[in-house]
């Protein structure tokens, strides 16, 4: 802007002395001003022509590497499907054909949108996590996101056939899934992990999805879990009516699992960074993670330092920011806690704020039972 301002400065100065010798001096001399060759004769716009041409640079390599992304996850997508039965395989073709012609794209380039999501570098966000005591059984979670796509969030109800269990979720990625609870009463939560290496498998969305249509409980999810292929790094927080919860840290290398099995006192959280050991190494300090270490201490402290007494309104404030900074961004910089959702597994009830918790109260969903 300032180099801008200095051209446009130096046009008004020439311009001026041309017009004060015009009017003074006789007789009159008429002059003719090159301003293109001014113009291109200045540092300042050789400096621009270099800035446009590095960054033309620098958009062609991103779209290369995305059209190499599709190449890549393509193959992928194939991979995947090999692990499922021909009629599971079927209908999950057939929904995301329908998705297509309803956005009337090619679905390839959409089956490459898919399976890419949390495949590459993410949003990191997201706090999750999950207690359970002799009255209660809970999980929790925040999801943080874009603000300018939040109309795009969803709440969903799958109801499905063909040996799968029908469940609701969550979701900003589609046919995807962030959190959810299926029939059975297993609640998954996700919070993702930027990814520092990438493996043909299942993408975050996909796992939570598949844990929910095929697991009845915690110890399924993590038998489940051992079995496929993942592509992304993610962390899962698991709770069922039992009374039994983990948080999962996994990546296309490791599966690394903390869990509590029907104890009377216990809790586990999660945001977007690894804790177990064996996973820190994994971790990528240089990105915006959305303060998820801030976040993460608040869960962690708030548990530790209440010591027992966790309930529904403990919850609530949780996600609220009460104990500490969880959901208090700056709506102004495009992030925000754009829905919150508290699965009560002991009495089989789902509870959802529409937004950010500090704004928006929690409202029970009554349209799916389990």
């Known amino acids: 802007m300032k180099n801008t301002l200095k051209l446009f400065a130096l046009v008004a100065f020439v311009f001026a002395v041309f017009t004060a010798s015009a009017q003074t001096a006789k007789p009159i001399k008429l002059g003719h001003l090159d301003v293109q060759k001014v113009m291109t004769s200045m540092p300042e716009f050789k400096k621009a022509q270099d800035d446009l041409a590095a960054k033309e640079q620098e958009i062609r390599k991103e779209l290369t590497a995305m059209h190499d992304n599709y190449q890549k996850l393509m193959q992928e997508y194939q991979a995947n499907a090999k692990t499922l039965t021909e009629i599971s395989r079927t209908a999950k073709e057939q929904e995301i054909q329908g998705l297509a012609d309803g956005q009337q794209c090619d679905v390839r380039i959409l089956q490459a949108v898919l399976f890419s999501m949390y495949s590459m570098p993410p949003s990191c966000n997201c706090s999750c996590f999950a207690f359970t005591t002799e009255q209660e059984i809970l999980l929790g979670r925040n999801s943080d996101f874009l603000t300018e796509i939040e109309r795009l969030n969803q709440n969903v109800v799958y109801k499905l056939t063909d040996g799968v269990y029908s469940f609701t979720g969550n979701t900003t990625a589609f046919i995807e899934i962030e959190d959810g609870v299926n029939e059975h009463g297993l ?138 900074f969880l959901c208090q961004y700056d709506r102004s910089t495009g992030k925000d806690t754009v829905w919150s959702v508290i699965y009560d597994m002991k009495r089989h009830k789902i509870y959802r704020s529409e937004g950010n918790p500090r704004r928006h109260k929690f409202k029970e969903d009554i349209r799916f039972q389990f």
């Open 187 to 324: 609640a998954v939560g996700l919070t993702s992990v930027y990814p520092n290496q990438c493996k043909p498998g299942f993408n975050a969305g996909m796992i939570v999805r598949y844990l929910l249509e095929k697991c009845k409980n915690v110890s399924e999810a993590v038998s489940c879990l051992y079995q496929l292929p993942i592509a992304s790094a993610q962390t899962l927080t698991l709770a069922d009516t039992m009374g039994a919860i983990a948080v999962i840290e996994c990546n296309a290398e490791q599966i690394k699992i903390e869990k509590t099995l029907n104890s009377n006192l216990a809790f586990v959280c999660a945001t977007n960074t690894f804790h177990l050991p064996g996973m820190v190494g994994y971790n990528n300090d240089k990105i915006d993670n959305w303060f998820a270490e801030e976040r993460y201490q608040t869960l962690y402290s708030a548990f530790s330092e209440k010591n027992g007494g966790f309930n529904f309104p403990f919850a609530e404030k949780l996600l609220s920011g009460d104990y500490g």
